[in-house]
């Protein structure tokens, strides 16, 4: 009969699926062959002991009808199969990861069977008496029921069982054609058999695989719907987040311009010239701040939309850089730091939007300033690369948690800390600048450490007009 296996090996030897269709795909492959494989040790203890109780009940009705010799070896041969097979099942549920060398355990299962087999044939024909009738049928009722049953054991893979069959009843089936009649009626019967129960057993083995094909798919499924739960539950905390700085963002500006405002309309300056510059200066810088705001969400809608144009031109470096310099100056004074370009490429020429650049320069320096300390001196270094120009901007302040890496570029982020809450910020700043730079075909990236600084660099396209080398400390 054939074997069956006890307790479920750990399934933690079987990856967890992975998301994307052919990823996951191969996951549900890999996980069926091992539970096809499984199935196959799953009744082993049982059935072996099926089969040597058998094997004895069976020995002890032919006792005194079968040479006793024939009897004994023959029951010797099958209870040492039973003890190999028991063996190799124990050492299966005993791996600690049975699912890495399947098709080892696989065919060593096949082999157990087909010796099982091969013995149940074998005696078939040795333990067949010459003339008594009763014990005849009982020989054959004892050989059917073996092959049958092995069906909904062995049929998780096909080519065992029919191995298994075929050794079993094919040595008996040859026994009867050989004899006299009715003896070959016998042996066509047995062909019959053999036909019908492996029609069965691929039957079986279709069922097996699609319910187990359904069940794998239907953990995909949960698992793929369980992070799409917690991506939503993330993207609403986001949103959440997001909202609350751009209404922080957007109130802040709001009420400075709505203050100025008031106190010019009640005359408080007394038309004193340089009071009502002051509060129409505040007005113009903080209305500047709600356009870039504006820009900024106008930029991440086209992002998002696929809509973001380059109008492509080649453009001196150092002439760029200065005016990047120019145009944060209100900044640099603001926060009480220096911009400083550190060397010059004088020569250089970079392709890109110049436009859209210079807003990528904006973003980087104006952050720059917001969290690098009181009086200092923020660098610009630039460095000639083969084909390509590296832009950095280095800062003294905080510096950035190695776990935080890029996700500094991600979208509506900003990392919690006591400046950042100070200082504020959309969030969307260093996102909409490496589209930007990416879009160049270029690379932004960052080195940092806490405590110590930052550094973000960008990487430009060289014009063609660009000398080989050409570099001259400030």
Known sequence: MAPAVGP???????????????DADAVIRQKIRFELVRLLYAHTVRGLVITAITATGLCAVLWGI???RWLAGWLLAVLLVVVARYALAVAYFHHPDPGADLARWRIGFGIGAALTGITWGIGSVLLFPADSVPHQLFVV?????????????????????AVYLLAGTGPFGILMVTKDLPYPYLGIAVVLFIGVVLINSRSLY????????????NEVLAQDLAVAVEEAQVANQVKSRFMSNISHELRTPLTSIRGSL????????????????????????NTERLFGLVN??????????????LEMQTFPLMPFLDEAVSLNAGYARQY?????????LDDVTIVGDRERLMQVMNNLLSNAAKFTRERDVIEIRVERRPDRVRISILDHGPGIPAEAGQRVFDRFVQLDSSMTRKRGGSGLG???AREIVEQHGGEIGVDTTVERGTCVYFDMPLGQDSPDTNVAEE
């Not at 008031?262 to 810088?285: F, H, M, W």
């Open 66 to 68: 079968i040479d006793t």
């Open 206 to 217: 279709n069922t097996i695989l699609a319910s187990l094909r359904f069940r794998y798919q």
């Open 141 to 161: 009722s004892v050989l059917v029921g073996m092959m049958a049953a092995a069906t909904s054991y062995l049929s998780s893979v096909p080519w065992i069982y």
């Open 336 to 344: 009480n730091v220096e911009f400083r370009i550190r060397n010059r």
């Open 8 to 22: 479920d090996p750990a399934m933690s030897a079987i990856p967890v699926p992975v998301r994307g269709r052919d």
């Open 430 to 432: 260093l996102n909409i």
């Open 262 to 285: 008031g106190l010019l309309a009640a005359g408080v300056t007394d038309a004193s010239p340089d009071k009502t510059r002051e509060l129409i200066d505040i007005a113009k810088n």
């Open 296 to 309: 900024d969400l106008l930029d991440i809608d086209k992002i998002a939309a696929g809509g973001f144009r």
